[in-house]
């Protein structure tokens, strides 16, 4: 069954340090991997998605994530956090492989970035 | 970017009353909606999956006959809950997928039922 880890509740970082909020992933077959933020009592805003290609793909608001498929890893970085990433961050396979297919979330990581 | 639209943004309703719940793509057109479930502090749960002009797809343990789903339209769902209950009540999030394959979700509906 396809599924998607975030073993981080909670991710605190500084004010213009970098971020890094982990994912990680099991799928039969090709993984379709997407990244998600929700803002309180709002909906989610797609940032990025990994299909196929590079490796690194670069999203919205200065976001990237790297897929690793030996680590079947999918991790969300930033060189500088803001205050206003502070968010709820969801990561997401699809869920039998194909783009159009549902997609299976992660728990979420809180991420709170300190002024 | 594609917009995605929820009305009503939240609802309070007594116990065994219905509430409709709608899902618009308002700047492009969706064949296929999702709507989903989140509880306090929890991840999204996928209810349904709803494709314009045949039935919705429900996940196993959601009660079709009491979340009712029609895709009328290329840019409209709709989640009616049927004799709600306190349980029901939730925040309910739909999105719709794009020709790009990318999913984009609506802000959410918060329904209270007292």
């Known amino acids: 069954a396809q599924s998607v880890a975030q073993p981080e509740d909670q991710v605190n970082v500084a004010e213009g340090n970098p971020l890094t909020v982990k994912c990680t992933y099991s799928?039969?077959?090709?993984?379709?991997l997407f990244w998600y933020v929700q803002y309180p009592n709002r909906g989610l805003q797609f940032l990025l998605k990994y299909i196929t290609g590079d490796n690194l793909v670069k999203g919205s608001y200065g976001f990237e994530a790297e897929f690793n498929k030996s680590q079947t890893s999918f991790h969300l970085k930033k060189p500088s956090a803001l205050v206003s990433d502070s968010a709820l961050y969801f990561c997401?396979?699809?869920?039998?492989?194909?783009?159009?297919?549902?997609?299976?979330f992660g728990t979420g990581t809180r991420l709170q970035v300190f002024p | 970017g594609a917009v995605v639209s929820q009305h009503p943004s939240w609802v309070i309703c007594k116990s065994g009353t219905s509430v409709k719940i709608e899902c618009r793509s308002l700047d492009f057109q969706a064949t296929t909606m999702f709507w989903y479930r989140q509880f306090p502090k929890q991840s999204l749960m996928l209810m349904a999956t709803s494709n314009e002009g045949s039935k919705a797809t429900y996940e196993q343990g959601v009660e079709k006959d009491k979340f009712l789903i029609n895709h009328a339209s290329l840019t409209l769902s709709t989640l009616t809950v049927t004799s709600a209950h306190p349980e029901d009540s939730s925040f309910y999030i739909c999105?719709?997928?794009?020709?790009?394959?990318?999913?984009?979700f609506g802000p959410g509906t918060r329904l209270t039922v007292t």
């Open positions: 997401a396979v699809s869920a039998r492989g194909g783009v159009a297919d549902k997609l299976i």
């Open positions: 999105s719709a997928l794009t020709e790009g394959y990318e999913q984009y």
């Open positions: 799928v039969s077959g090709n993984p379709y």
